[in-house]
């Protein structure tokens, strides 16, 4: 599993878009600054995505999401490579014993397919959004990641990549 984190926030973030002229669109912008975090994990073999929402990056929140996702898969030896944040290396984090960490080398996100949903779900499910409330932009977050979670084609279209698949494969 790949697994990242990401900061949604009621910060706008308006795009160009199309009207026929001589329409010209507007759209509310926003200068608040709160933010909620979404915690991710894809499973490249089966396209499986697994997400969490929580207030905070940090290694409490990390192993939150570690443990949901023991919780959700026990039966499985998991390896769950993840970029070098300081919150993924604490010592006083638990680590459930069937999950393993392997780090991605140093400023490498291009190597986490996990960057890539996020920037599917901020392109779907955020731009040109404000919202009114932190609980209005949970309920968009949630929207969004379950999504994912109930699309392993989509997911698969975004996140299964040849080099990947090769590496975790035992075919030659």
């Keep these: 599993m790949f697994q990242d984190e990401a900061r949604f926030g009621r910060i706008s973030d308006c795009r160009y878009c199309w009207a026929k002229f001589p329409l010209r669109p507007t759209v509310k912008a926003m200068l608040t ?5 979404a915690y991710g994990a894809v499973s490249i073999p089966d396209a499986r995505f697994d997400s969490l929402v ?3 990056v940090n290694s409490d929140c ?3 999401f570690l443990a949901e996702i023991s919780r959700r898969y026990p039966d499985d030896n998991i390896v769950m490579v993840l970029d070098g944040a300081g919150w993924h290396k604490s010592q006083s984090m638990p680590i459930p014993s069937h999950i393993s960490l392997i780090s991605l ?4 996100p291009e190597l ?7 920037d599917e779900l ?10 009114d409330s932190l609980d209005a932009l949970d309920d968009q977050l949630v929207t969004g990641l379950l ?3 109930n699309n392993a084609r989509r997911v698969a279209s975004i996140g299964n990549w040849d080099w990947i698949i090769k590496a975790t494969s035992n075919a030659n």
């Excluded at 600054?33 to 975090?37: A, C, E, N, T």
């Excluded at 080398?105 to 490498?108: A, G, I, Q, V």
């Excluded at 986490?112 to 996020?118: A, Q, S």
């Design 62 to 64: 990390m192993g939150l």
């Design 54 to 56: 929580l207030p905070h």
């Design 105 to 108: 080398p140093p400023y490498s």
């Design 147 to 149: 999504a994912l979670e």
């Design 122 to 131: 901020r392109e779907k499910y955020f731009h040109n959004h404000a919202f």
């Design 33 to 37: 600054h709160q933010y909620l975090y």
């Design 112 to 118: 986490n397919p996990v960057e890539h949903l996020w």
